[in-house]
C-alpha cells in the first residue's frame, strides 16, 4: 500500500491551497486522513474520512477553513485549505487505517505518505 501526496506549497495569508492523496497498490477501501507535523511538535490530527460512511472530521483548529471535497475517488482525499494562516505551516501527511473509525492519533494508522510542506508567509 502506498500513499502519494501533492499540492503543498507557498502561499500568502489569506491564500488557498488543496492537497491531494491517493492510495494505491490495494483494492481494499481504507479511512485516510491528514495530519500535520510543525518543527518541534507532534504529529497533529487535520482532517479525515471514513470508508464506510464517508462522514468528515475536522479539527478545531481548521474547522471552517479546511474541507474534505467530497467523493474526490475511491481511497482518495483532497483536503482544500482556505483562509490560511502561518500557524498552518508545516509537513502534511496523508495516513490511512482498515479500519472505519477516523481516529485522530497518529499511532493508529497504518500508512503514510511522505509529506508535502505548506508555508504560508505572513
Known amino acids: 500500500v502506498q500513499l502519494v501526496e501533492s499540492g503543498g506549497g507557498l502561499v500568502q495569508a489569506g491564500g488557498s491551497l488543496r492537497l491531494s492523496c491517493v492510495v494505491s497498490?490495494?483494492?481494499?477501501?481504507?479511512?485516510t486522513a491528514w495530519f500535520r507535523q510543525r518543527p518541534g511538535n507532534e504529529r497533529e490530527f487535520v482532517a479525515g474520512?471514513?470508508?464506510?460512511?464517508?462522514?468528515?472530521y475536522y479539527s478545531d483548529s481548521v474547522k471552517g477553513r479546511f474541507t474534505i471535497p467530497r467523493d474526490p475517488g475511491k481511497n482518495a482525499l483532497d483536503l482544500q485549505m482556505n483562509s490560511l494562516k502561518p500557524e498552518d505551516t508545516a509537513v502534511y501527511y496523508c495516513?490511512?487505517?482498515?479500519?472505519?473509525?477516523?481516529?485522530?492519533?497518529?499511532?493508529?494508522?497504518?500508512?503514510w505518505g511522505q509529506g508535502t510542506q505548506v508555508t504560508v508567509s505572513s
Open positions: 495516513a490511512a487505517r482498515r479500519d472505519s473509525v477516523v481516529e485522530s492519533t497518529a499511532d493508529l494508522y497504518d500508512y
Open positions: 474520512r471514513s470508508w464506510i460512511h464517508t462522514r468528515t
Open positions: 497498490g490495494t483494492d481494499s477501501l481504507y479511512t
